[in-house]
T-cell receptor, first 111, second 114 residues
Framework: GQQVMQIPQYQHVQEGEDFTTYCNSSTTLSNIQWYKQRPGGHPVFLIQ?????EVKKQKRLTFQFGEAKKNSSLHITATQTTDVGTYFC???????????FGKGTKLSVKP | KAGVTQTPRYLIKTRGQQVTLSCSPI?????VSWYQQTPGQGLQFLFE???????NKGNFPGRFSGRQFSNSRSEMNVSTLELGDSALYLC?????????????FGAGSRLTVL
């Protein structure tokens, strides 16, 4: 399946600063999902976006799906130490059970 | 509902040995997917089972195999272990949301091959 590229690979922020990670594809995606993996943990589903230009919010997290459905972003406002972890984007390419994951953005937050 | 349960959580093997990992999906879920996670390659799809049938397989050698039982529990097996098989092996239940599969992962089985 087509890869999705995530940038940046790493992000170090001071607590209270904002954070954004981007997910880019060269082809149009039917959907985009975001997962969070805490250090030592396993990926946990955050959200799915399916519509062009869709924006969804979860408290301090804002997720966007681009108009062309080729990119997505996750923005965290006023980061907290609980936001530490790796954020993955992925999409369901249509093959049973096979989600294509980006390499993730690892976020560290300095108190 | 109980989540996805994987056993064992940690194991150490030596090269050439084989290993079997177990996964119990969320009660009532019939689809089980397996992923390998390594620092270098990230999350890579291994295979997916539904009602005891393998519906999809990722790009892994034949040393990696799996099966699913009638109670939806799944096992994966890796034979002739290599150092590069050291990884976190994640099992997931999947459910459909807006036409796409959404995954609920277990805690994983961390395999170290010496």
């Amino acid at each position: 399946g087509q890869q999705v590229m995530q940038i940046p690979q790493y992000q170090h922020v001071q607590e209270g600063e904002d954070f954004t990670t981007y997910c880019n594809s060269s082809t149009t995606l039917s959907n985009i999902q975001w997962y969070k993996q805490r250090p030592g943990g396993h990926p946990v589903f955050l959200i799915q976006l399916v519509k062009s230009g869709e924006v969804k919010k979860q408290k301090r997290l804002t997720f966007q799906f681009g108009e062309a459905k080729k990119n997505s972003s996750l923005h965290i406002t006023a980061t907290q130490t609980t936001d530490v972890g790796t954020y993955f984007c992925c999409y369901d390419g249509g093959s049973q059970g096979n989600l294509i994951f980006g390499k993730g953005t690892k976020l560290s937050v300095k108190p | 509902k109980a989540g996805v349960t994987q056993t064992p959580r940690y194991l150490i093997k030596t090269r050439g040995q084989q290993v079997t990992l177990s996964c119990s999906p969320i009660s009532g879920h019939r689809s089980v997917s397996w992923y390998q996670q390594t620092p270098g390659q990230g999350l890579q799809f291994l295979f997916e089972y539904f009602s005891e049938t393998q519906r999809n397989k990722g790009n892994f050698p034949g040393r990696f195999s799996g099966r699913q039982f009638s109670n939806s529990r799944s096992e994966m097996n890796v034979s002739t272990l290599e150092l590069g098989d050291s990884a976190l092996y994640l099992c997931a239940s999947s459910f459909r949301v807006s036409g796409a599969n959404v995954l609920t992962f277990g805690a994983g089985s961390r395999l170290t091959v010496l």
